[in-house]
């Protein structure tokens, strides 16, 4: 598991349109975390958008030139390939978390230097708040739980280049049409958020449903991977 994770990484690491990427987000989000009153939802701007990109990377790259088929050839199993993977995005995820609490940090912290863009916010700025922070978080994790649990498995038994993009995208569908059904309702949950606890609370229970989620599709992955035929 270990080769895989490192080389993974690398790959993301090295790959110089996920650093452009990286570096866009942080400028574009520092500035318009301002420009909105440095709301913690700006998290959610690198969050939820690099692992998926990251995610492309990776699969397009084994379904270059065989790479899957020659790289079982390695002394590497195949359990140890899947929860590579598996690991590989969790780690992108923490990463893109901790790029985003220094956007929404560094914004905090310039917002009353930058004036001029402050005039410009919808409301006067917010000053850091951690707990609101945790439940974008925790929200963010399970929306990429959900995504990344369904179509990691089809990814690793019929491989990236014969998946078509639109099954990719039928999850992130089915996330914004939850989020429009649950639009009139929202009122009443942000209004829980006002308290510490049970916005802890909440937080916990979708860090743990997201996690679940994300074993239950690494079992999956692992069984239809041991069957795939390369």
């Known amino acids: 598991m270990r080769t895989v994770l490192v080389s993974d990484l690398l790959l993301i690491a090295g790959n110089r349109s996920f650093r452009v990427q990286a570096v866009g987000f942080f400028i574009l989000g520092v500035i318009t975390s301002i420009a909105i009153g440095n709301s913690p939802i700006i998290v959610a701007f690198p969050t939820l958008i690099m692992p998926l990109s990251s995610l492309q990377l990776l699969m397009y790259a084994d379904g270059r030139k065989d790479w899957e088929g020659f790289r079982l050839v390695l002394p590497l199993t195949r359990h140890a390939v899947v929860a590579g993977r598996y690991a590989t995005l969790a780690v992108v995820v923490v990463a893109t978390l901790v790029l985003g609490i220094a956007i929404y940090g560094v914004a905090c912290l310039l917002a009353p230097l930058l ?77 829980l958020l006002t308290d510490p606890s049970q916005t802890i609370l909440f937080s916990g229970i979708a860090l743990a449903v997201a996690l679940g989620l994300y074993a239950v599709s690494a079992a999956v992955s692992m069984k239809l991977y041991l069957t795939r035929d390369f």
Do not use: N, Q
């Not at 707990?131 to 974008?136: G, K, S």
């Open 115 to 191: 004036t001029g863009i402050v005039r410009l916010a919808p409301a006067s700025p917010a000053p850091f708040d951690g707990t609101i922070l945790l439940a974008v978080f925790a929200a963010c994790c399970l929306l990429l739980s959900f995504v990344l649990s369904v179509v990691l498995p089809l990814f690793m038994r019929m491989g990236a280049l014969k998946v078509p993009p639109l099954v990719v995208a039928i999850p992130i569908l089915v996330v914004m049409l939850a989020f429009y059904a649950a639009m009139p309702y929202l009122r009443e949950w942000m209004a």
